[in-house]
């Protein structure tokens, strides 16, 4: 995504959403908000500027009460109902906020000319929620000096939940991308899944993604949590998953488990029912074989933490082979321990 010269927003409404579960108030408005020409660019970079182009979702196929991917639709084709359009999002955003850690805020609904998607100029509708005040201090010159006064507003670098929905590949529910800073908890999913509906598109970038935050969630959950895999062990498929899609063209998951999971049958039954899980609580569909993205792998790597703790003494910090790694049990001191394997001190 980009933003050009061209870009700018046509319309622009804002309607407060309370929390339902807790009764507060919806508050509709009944005319779009003034886009004056001066915070032209503040706008865009408030509501646009956080977005990555990386992670790409669309409209899920499972169904739902919601009509939100008709109202799009008509968005996208400047009908002339674009007010009570909006307002019917917000009356189901509204409706469905029925968890009491829901915040309240305001929701913009915009649409967005101009936007450049893969190379191309498109429309968009952006919807796009801020949870957050912050406090401000105003300055105001008077006769006698200069006065403070204190004000809450949102800041315009922090947006807390968004949405871009492009004009495009409407046969397949459209392309969008997300925005959603609310820590993992019992909420962790409601802008996501619950009000918008959607899923991760499945391309090359996502399949690769998802594999390696597959693999990274079987061996805590699995490998560490309810099997007790030696650490060392954990380290050892944490490195060989790297190293496999570090250096592989294209994915084959036979192929991934063979060198990942080794000649062990448990570890890959285990994998696949795990897998399977995974996929229904995600609503995907992981294709066998594709295209391994490197952006994808990179920016994987933050995740994958190849660190050995040794009770609250030790950290070893391992960036090869776990081969040159030996555990022991030490009977007098009654103590296991590692002995590392190097050729010199750097």
Not at 82 to 101: E, S
């Amino acid at each position: 995504m980009q933003i050009t010269g061209k870009t700018k927003f046509k319309d622009l409404i804002v309607h407060k959403i309370g929390n339902k579960h807790r009764g507060e108030e919806l508050k509709l408005s009944s005319q779009c908000t003034p886009l004056h020409p001066e915070f032209a660019d503040t706008l865009l970079r408030f509501f646009l500027s956080s977005f990555s182009i990386e992670d790409q979702y669309h409209f899920s196929e499972e169904k739902k009460d919601s009509n939100l991917p008709e109202i799009i639709q008509r968005l996208l084709q400047e009908s002339s109902s674009f007010i009570n359009d909006t307002q019917d999002i917000a009356r189901y955003l509204y409706d469905i906020c029925n968890h009491a850690k829901i915040k309240s805020g305001e929701l913009y609904v915009a649409v967005i000319e101009n936007i450049q998607y893969k190379k191309e100029e498109m429309n968009a509708i952006g919807i796009f929620k801020s949870e957050h005040k912050e406090t401000y201090l105003r300055l105001e010159e008077t006769e006698e000096g200069i006065k403070l006064n204190k004000e809450e507003g949102i800041n315009p670098q922090k947006m807390d939940k968004g949405c871009i929905i492009f004009d495009t590949k409407a046969d397949d529910g459209y392309r969008m991308l997300l925005i959603d800073k609310v820590k993992k908890n019992d909420t962790a999913k409601f802008w996501k899944e619950t009000f918008l509906n959607t899923s991760l598109v499945c391309d090359d970038y996502g399949l690769t993604s998802q594999y390696l935050e597959l693999t990274r969630n079987f061996i805590n959950d699995v490998c560490h949590t309810q099997n007790e895999v030696e650490p060392s062990q954990q380290l050892e498929i944490i490195s060989d998953t790297m190293d496999y899609f570090s250096n592989a063209e294209s994915f084959d998951k036979k192929e991934f488990k063979d060198k990942v999971l080794k000649d062990v049958p448990d570890k890959k039954v285990l994998f696949d029912e795990y897998q399977k899980e995974w996929q229904k609580d995600n609503r995907l569909n992981l294709k066998e074989k594709f295209e391994i993205q490197n952006n994808a792998v990179e920016k994987a790597k933050q995740r994958f933490k190849h660190v050995l703790k040794l009770d609250k003494n030790f950290h070893i910090y391992i960036h090869g082979s776990q081969k040159l790694m030996e555990r022991g049990y030490d009977k007098k001191k009654g103590k296991y321990y590692y002995k590392l394997y190097f050729d010199k001190e750097l």
